[in-house]
Protein backbone atom coordinates (compact mmCIF):
# COMPACT_ATOMS: atom_id res chain seq x y z
CA UNK A 1 0.00 0.00 0.00
CA UNK A 2 1.03 3.49 -0.99
CA UNK A 3 -0.09 6.46 1.16
CA UNK A 4 1.00 9.57 -0.24
CA UNK A 5 0.83 12.89 1.77
CA UNK A 6 0.13 15.55 -0.34
CA UNK A 7 1.03 18.80 1.22
CA UNK A 8 1.15 22.82 -0.02
CA UNK A 9 3.93 24.25 1.53
CA UNK A 10 8.15 23.84 2.33
CA UNK A 11 9.91 20.37 2.08
CA UNK A 12 10.55 18.35 5.69
CA UNK A 13 13.57 20.34 7.12
CA UNK A 14 15.68 17.90 9.48
CA UNK A 15 13.54 18.25 12.59
CA UNK A 16 10.57 16.62 10.88
CA UNK A 17 12.41 14.19 9.31
CA UNK A 18 13.87 13.06 11.88
CA UNK A 19 10.28 12.54 13.72
CA UNK A 20 8.77 11.23 11.02
CA UNK A 21 11.48 8.35 10.22
CA UNK A 22 11.05 7.18 13.88
CA UNK A 23 7.22 6.15 12.88
CA UNK A 24 7.99 5.49 9.33
CA UNK A 25 10.63 2.77 10.16
CA UNK A 26 8.17 0.83 12.44
CA UNK A 27 6.20 0.72 9.86
CA UNK A 28 6.03 -2.75 7.75
CA UNK A 29 7.60 -2.64 4.61
CA UNK A 30 4.14 -3.00 2.62
CA UNK A 31 3.29 0.09 3.98
CA UNK A 32 5.08 3.17 2.28
CA UNK A 33 4.56 6.43 2.75
CA UNK A 34 5.11 9.07 0.38
CA UNK A 35 5.70 12.70 0.67
CA UNK A 36 4.52 15.21 -1.85
CA UNK A 37 5.68 18.89 -1.40
CA UNK A 38 3.92 21.56 -3.61
CA UNK A 39 5.04 25.30 -3.42
CA UNK A 40 2.75 27.65 -2.26
CA UNK A 41 1.27 29.77 -5.16
CA UNK A 42 0.71 32.32 -2.50
CA UNK A 43 2.40 35.85 -4.72
CA UNK A 44 0.95 39.36 -4.14
CA UNK A 45 0.23 39.70 -7.52
CA UNK A 46 -2.82 36.85 -7.63
CA UNK A 47 -6.08 36.45 -5.15
CA UNK A 48 -6.75 34.51 -2.58
CA UNK A 49 -8.94 32.40 -5.31
CA UNK A 50 -6.15 32.35 -7.57
CA UNK A 51 -4.01 30.84 -5.21
CA UNK A 52 -6.48 28.12 -4.59
CA UNK A 53 -6.99 27.40 -8.33
CA UNK A 54 -3.75 27.33 -8.96
CA UNK A 55 -2.72 25.35 -5.96
CA UNK A 56 -5.68 23.09 -6.86
CA UNK A 57 -4.38 22.50 -10.29
CA UNK A 58 -1.10 21.56 -8.84
CA UNK A 59 -2.75 18.93 -6.12
CA UNK A 60 -4.70 17.40 -9.12
CA UNK A 61 -1.68 17.06 -11.02
CA UNK A 62 -0.14 14.37 -8.16
CA UNK A 63 -3.34 12.58 -7.39
CA UNK A 64 -3.92 9.31 -9.72
CA UNK A 65 -7.76 7.77 -10.66
CA UNK A 66 -7.00 5.13 -8.89
CA UNK A 67 -6.57 7.16 -5.34
CA UNK A 68 -8.60 7.17 -2.66
CA UNK A 69 -8.30 10.50 -1.79
CA UNK A 70 -8.83 11.59 1.90
CA UNK A 71 -8.81 16.12 1.90
CA UNK A 72 -7.93 17.24 5.16
CA UNK A 73 -10.40 20.09 6.03
CA UNK A 74 -11.70 22.53 8.93
CA UNK A 75 -15.42 21.27 7.69
CA UNK A 76 -14.73 17.25 7.71
CA UNK A 77 -15.40 14.52 9.91
CA UNK A 78 -13.80 14.06 12.99
CA UNK A 79 -12.80 10.56 13.56
CA UNK A 80 -10.82 8.75 15.90
CA UNK A 81 -7.98 6.75 15.73
CA UNK A 82 -9.92 3.48 15.60
CA UNK A 83 -12.21 4.65 13.00
CA UNK A 84 -9.07 6.02 10.97
CA UNK A 85 -7.22 2.95 11.28
CA UNK A 86 -10.35 1.13 9.68
CA UNK A 87 -10.63 3.52 7.00
CA UNK A 88 -6.56 2.80 6.12
CA UNK A 89 -6.73 -0.70 6.45
CA UNK A 90 -10.30 -1.22 4.48
CA UNK A 91 -8.66 0.71 1.80
CA UNK A 92 -5.39 -1.61 2.13
CA UNK A 93 -7.65 -5.06 2.01
CA UNK A 94 -9.15 -3.38 -1.39
CA UNK A 95 -5.70 -2.51 -2.66
CA UNK A 96 -6.23 1.32 -2.66
CA UNK A 97 -3.46 3.74 -2.18
CA UNK A 98 -4.32 6.61 -0.16
CA UNK A 99 -3.40 10.54 -1.24
CA UNK A 100 -3.87 12.68 1.90
CA UNK A 101 -4.41 16.33 0.84
CA UNK A 102 -3.39 18.98 2.68
CA UNK A 103 -4.47 22.50 1.72
CA UNK A 104 -2.30 26.00 1.79
CA UNK A 105 -3.18 28.14 4.28
CA UNK A 106 -5.86 29.73 2.04
CA UNK A 107 -7.29 25.76 2.25
CA UNK A 108 -8.56 23.54 -0.31
CA UNK A 109 -10.76 24.35 -3.47
CA UNK A 110 -14.04 23.03 -3.71
CA UNK A 111 -12.86 20.94 -6.93
CA UNK A 112 -10.43 19.41 -4.69
CA UNK A 113 -12.88 18.60 -1.63
CA UNK A 114 -16.03 17.34 -3.71
CA UNK A 115 -12.90 15.07 -5.95
CA UNK A 116 -12.19 13.72 -2.39
CA UNK A 117 -13.57 9.83 -1.18
CA UNK A 118 -13.89 11.60 2.29
CA UNK A 119 -13.11 14.70 4.22
CA UNK A 120 -11.87 15.20 7.63
CA UNK A 121 -10.56 17.57 10.46
CA UNK A 122 -8.40 16.72 12.87
CA UNK A 123 -9.55 19.09 15.15
CA UNK A 124 -10.83 23.11 15.32
CA UNK A 125 -7.50 23.79 15.94
CA UNK A 126 -5.07 25.23 12.95
CA UNK A 127 -1.77 23.28 12.71
CA UNK A 128 1.33 24.01 11.21
CA UNK A 129 2.02 22.25 8.05
CA UNK A 130 5.55 20.98 10.40
CA UNK A 131 3.42 20.11 13.09
CA UNK A 132 0.46 18.27 11.20
CA UNK A 133 2.65 15.74 8.57
CA UNK A 134 4.08 14.29 12.01
CA UNK A 135 0.53 13.87 13.12
CA UNK A 136 -0.48 12.25 10.65
CA UNK A 137 2.47 9.33 10.11
CA UNK A 138 2.02 9.00 14.06
CA UNK A 139 -1.58 8.25 13.30
CA UNK A 140 -0.92 6.25 10.51
CA UNK A 141 1.38 4.50 12.80
CA UNK A 142 -1.24 3.77 15.80
CA UNK A 143 -3.29 2.56 12.78
CA UNK A 144 -1.26 0.23 11.96
CA UNK A 145 -0.84 -0.60 15.78
CA UNK A 146 -4.49 -0.61 16.61
CA UNK A 147 -5.68 -3.45 13.60
CA UNK A 148 -2.79 -5.54 14.77
CA UNK A 149 -3.12 -5.51 18.26
CA UNK A 150 -0.13 -3.92 19.19
CA UNK A 151 0.60 -2.50 22.66
CA UNK A 152 1.31 1.33 21.36
CA UNK A 153 -2.33 2.03 21.36
CA UNK A 154 -4.23 2.39 24.86
Known sequence: MIIKIISIG??????????????????????????????SQQNPNYSIKEVIKKESQLINSKISDKDFVIAWDSSGEQVSSKAFSKLI???????NNISFII???????SNIL??????L????????????RLIMVE????????????PYHK
Open 103 to 109: GGSFGLS
Open 121 to 132: SASLFTFPHKLF
Open 139 to 150: QIYRAHTIINNM
Open 89 to 95: FKNREIN
Open 114 to 119: NRSNQI
Open 10 to 39: NKLNKWESENIDFYLKQLPKNIIVDFVDLK
